[in-house]
Every structure is written in structure tokens, then in C-alpha cells.
């Protein structure tokens, strides 16, 4: 199996509860993929940590000035986020280890069909593997659109939201799927103006409560101010502020973060 993410995890332990010699590889440090490290449960982790310390679900009880903590900083969000991310790597690890399933830290590259080299990431060499069938479950990663001066700072993509040094004051979000409408959804409800923009026009409604419902996001409220942009770009920076600016339009809009 090449790749430790939930496809490559399942399909390891199903080989080895058939009986199969199994060998799993990551060219991460770590086991998990995007979907432990920089995807799903971080991004779910850190929506929890956002309702519970910004006090969201109890504004209806105590008020809407009401919050679990005062000045919530990136800390306190990546506190919670790295400590389900090593609970995950741990039973991560587990499960392959009490199937048998052996795993490799390395870069795979095929030498042909049925063989695969190994370079590890440790740096102590290669290997040379062999197998009847060879699943490739490499995942995805973040576009990264070569004409933008990405900097994982000020203009980052949603894998780069766990390396932030600080919570910015405004953001805006090109792109409103589910992430961008979850991210979009979770600065607002630390009480900071956000704008969502997408890159189509028929994007999931991002001002008001209604919110993306398929994706049971409770979107930004009405004091948040957050809009929906319809296509827009992220095309210049002037200084430390972003500027993002309608297709078609004369509107732009600037933020600290893109």
C-alpha cells in the first residue's frame, strides 16, 4: 500500500485479515495523510475548538456576548488540534501494528509492475519491495496556483491554517465549498469580519445563519458581516494586506490573510 491516509489504512488491514504479507509506506514522518495531519480532523478539531472556547452553542442561554475565554489565541485553538491529531497518529499506529501489517517511512517509485523502490526518509537508504498487487492511495493535496506568491503566512492554503503564527484580524476565503465555508465559518465565530468569496456563482449562501446545511455548518451571523462574492481573485498583495477583486467588477476588498 502506498500511502497511510484512510484509504491506504483500510486497504492494509483488510489485506492482512485475509492473510496477506502486508507492507504499508508513507513518505511522511507520520502515519495518517491529510486526513489526520492537515485535513479533516484537524479542521473538525479545530470547529469544535472555536464553538466551544468562542461559547457559540450557549449565546442562546447567556447571551451573545457570552465566551468560554476572553482573547482566544491560535495557541489555545492548536492546543486541542495537536492533541486529537497524536491521539489519531497513535490508533493509527495500533491497528496496523496488531493486524501485522509493516510499515515503511519512504518515498515509493515504481521499478516496475510488481516492484517498488524505497528511499527513506530517514536517510539511511533504500529498499526494494515486491508484491503480487500494489495499491496506490496517495490522497490529494492543495492546489497551488503558480501565478500566486503563496507564503503559508498571509496567502496560504487550508493546509497551511495550522502553521499560523497568529489569528488574523481579517481573512478572506477564495472558495466556498465545505472547507472554505467551514473555515469562513470558524474565524467568524471567534468575532472577526470574514469574506467568503467562490469560484462560482452559485455558491453556498454565506451571510445569515442558513449556511451551507448539507455540510451542517453553523455559518457566520449577521453581526460578522461575512459576504458571498461570487468569482473573485486573489491578485496582488500590497504590503502586509491582501487584496481580492471581483471578476468583472470594480469592487475589491483588502484582508491581512488570502
Same mark, same amino acid.
Given at each position: 500500500?502506498?500511502?497511510?491516509?484512510?484509504?491506504?489504512?483500510?486497504?492494509?488491514?483488510?489485506?492482512?485479515?485475509?492473510?496477506?504479507?502486508?507492507? +504499508?509506506?508513507?513518505?511522511?514522518?507520520?502515519?495518517?495523510?491529510?486526513?489526520?495531519?492537515?485535513?479533516?480532523?484537524?479542521?473538525?478539531?479545530?470547529?469544535?475548538?472555536? +464553538?466551544?472556547?468562542?461559547?457559540?452553542?450557549?449565546?442562546?442561554?447567556?447571551?451573545?456576548?457570552?465566551?468560554?475565554?476572553?482573547?482566544?489565541?491560535?495557541?489555545?485553538?492548536?492546543?486541542? %488540534?495537536?492533541?486529537?491529531?497524536?491521539?489519531?497518529?497513535?490508533?493509527?499506529?495500533?491497528? +496496523?501494528?496488531?493486524?501485522?501489517? %509493516?510499515?515503511?517511512?519512504?518515498?515509493?517509485?515504481?521499478?516496475?509492475?510488481?516492484?517498488?523502490?524505497?528511499?527513506? %526518509?530517514?536517510?539511511?537508504?533504500?529498499?526494494?519491495?515486491?508484491?503480487?498487487?500494489?495499491?496506490?492511495?496517495?490522497?490529494?493535496?492543495?492546489?497551488?496556483?503558480?501565478?500566486?506568491?503563496?507564503?503559508?503566512?498571509?496567502?496560504? %492554503?487550508?493546509?497551511?491554517?495550522?502553521?499560523?503564527?497568529?489569528?488574523?484580524?481579517? +481573512?478572506?476565503?477564495?472558495?466556498?465549498?465545505?472547507?472554505?465555508?467551514?473555515?469562513?465559518?470558524?474565524?467568524?465565530?471567534?468575532?472577526?469580519?470574514?469574506?467568503?468569496?467562490?469560484?462560482?456563482?452559485?455558491?453556498?449562501?454565506?451571510?445569515?445563519?442558513?449556511?451551507?446545511?448539507?455540510?451542517?455548518?453553523?455559518?457566520?451571523?449577521?453581526?460578522?458581516?461575512?459576504?458571498?462574492?461570487?468569482?473573485?481573485?486573489?491578485?496582488?498583495?500590497?504590503?502586509?494586506?491582501?487584496?481580492?477583486?471581483?471578476?468583472?467588477?470594480?469592487?475589491?476588498?483588502?484582508?491581512?490573510?488570502?
Amino acid at each position: 500500500m502506498i500511502g497511510s491516509g484512510p484509504a491506504g489504512q483500510r486497504a492494509a488491514i483488510q489485506a492482512a485479515k485475509l492473510g496477506k504479507k502486508t507492507a +504499508l509506506v508513507e513518505r511522511r514522518a507520520v502515519l495518517g495523510g491529510v486526513c489526520i495531519n492537515t485535513g479533516t480532523i484537524p479542521s473538525k478539531t479545530l470547529r469544535e475548538a472555536v +464553538l466551544y472556547l468562542s461559547g457559540y452553542r450557549l449565546r442562546k442561554i447567556y447571551g451573545e456576548s457570552y465566551t468560554v475565554k476572553q482573547n482566544i489565541t491560535i495557541e489555545d485553538l492548536l492546543l486541542r %488540534v495537536e492533541h486529537v491529531i497524536r491521539h489519531e497518529i497513535d490508533v493509527t499506529r495500533h491497528q +496496523l501494528l496488531r493486524h501485522g501489517v %509493516v510499515v515503511f517511512n519512504a518515498e515509493a517509485s515504481f521499478t516496475d509492475p510488481h516492484t517498488l523502490r524505497l528511499r527513506l %526518509v530517514d536517510g539511511s537508504g533504500e529498499k526494494v519491495v515486491s508484491a503480487a498487487k500494489v495499491v496506490i492511495a496517495t490522497g490529494t493535496e492543495a492546489t497551488r496556483d503558480p501565478h500566486i506568491p503563496f507564503d503559508g503566512q498571509n496567502i496560504l %492554503v487550508s493546509d497551511d491554517v495550522l502553521g499560523l503564527k497568529r489569528l488574523p484580524r481579517t +481573512l478572506a476565503v477564495v472558495g466556498a465549498g465545505v472547507i472554505g465555508c467551514e473555515y469562513a465559518s470558524n474565524f467568524c465565530d471567534l468575532g472577526d469580519p470574514r469574506d467568503s468569496g467562490g469560484p462560482s456563482t452559485s455558491i453556498a449562501p454565506v451571510r445569515g445563519q442558513g449556511g451551507s446545511r448539507s455540510a451542517g455548518l453553523p455559518l457566520a451571523p449577521e453581526s460578522h458581516d461575512a459576504m458571498a462574492w461570487g468569482k473573485c481573485q486573489c491578485n496582488r498583495a500590497r504590503g502586509k494586506r491582501i487584496g481580492l477583486q471581483r471578476k468583472n467588477s470594480p469592487c475589491q476588498w483588502q484582508a491581512d490573510r488570502c
